[in-house]
């Protein structure tokens, strides 16, 4: 049984610039959603995927999307960068909605 | 809004120490809650599930407990060792129209010196 896995493990990018971020899930699991962990502190989550349709959006805005495939994988996309959108991103993959979560090791984003 | 606070923000102790680390949520209408491992720079590793029907879950040295009318949870270890060393997170599920998603509490950044 694979576990999640999230590339690239680090980015760098410039204010302004766009990014994509990519999740497999866990085999098995239909369910993703992200989040964004600034340096200490907890992670906030982003946005779910259920099945390819969205289901659910925390406090971010719109220049924040993401896109689920057939296969369960997903893909966070941020445009504008800012560089408080310097984080760790971490993306989770459950079996329906109310499992529990597996995460991913992340990806390191620096926005300079 | 459920919010989710962890105590202490930060523990050492020596090695050998049975600790507990709290959460607490303001929300009792849950899921569920999941207590989870961060190590430095790293993802999370998922250590206890605890359905809200449920009212604790073990795993080796590590017990769990919940009261959701409270809304407290407590994850216990015991006999600590170094590796223990890491931030423990817990985050809670919500019913309703949240129960898409986790909130987080800050964390315990736990050190056990050898």
């Known amino acids: 049984e694979t576990g999640v896995t999230q590339s690239p493990t680090h980015l760098i990018k410039t204010r302004g610039q766009q990014v994509t971020l990519r999740c497999s899930s866990q085999s098995g699991h239909n369910t993703v959603s992200w989040y964004q962990q600034a340096l200490g502190q907890g992670p906030q989550f982003i946005f779910q995927?259920?099945?390819?349709?969205?289901?659910g959006r925390g406090n971010f805005p719109p220049r924040f999307s993401g896109l689920q495939f057939p296969n369960y994988s997903s893909e966070l996309n941020v445009n504008a960068l800012e560089l408080d959108d310097s984080a760790l991103y971490l993306c989770a993959s459950s079996f329906d909605n109310l499992g529990g979560y597996t995460f991913g090791s992340g990806t390191r984003l620096t926005v300079v | 809004k459920q919010e989710v606070t962890q105590i202490p923000a930060a523990l050492s102790v020596p090695e050998g120490e049975n600790l507990v680390l709290n959460c607490s949520f303001t929300?009792?209408?849950?899921?569920?809650l999941q207590w989870f491992r961060q190590d430095p720079g790293k993802g999370l590793t998922s250590l206890l599930l605890i359905q809200s029907s449920q009212r604790e879950q073990t795993s080796g040295r590590l017990n769990a407990s919940l009261d959701k009318s409270s809304g407290r949870s407590t994850l216990y270890i015991a006999a600590s060792q170094p590796g223990d060393s890491a931030t423990y997170l817990c985050a809670v599920r919500s019913l309703g129209n949240a129960g898409n998603m986790l909130t987080f509490g800050g964390g315990t950044r736990l050190m056990v010196k050898p």
């Open positions: 929300d009792s209408a849950i899921y569920n």
């Open positions: 995927y259920y099945r390819e349709e969205e289901n």
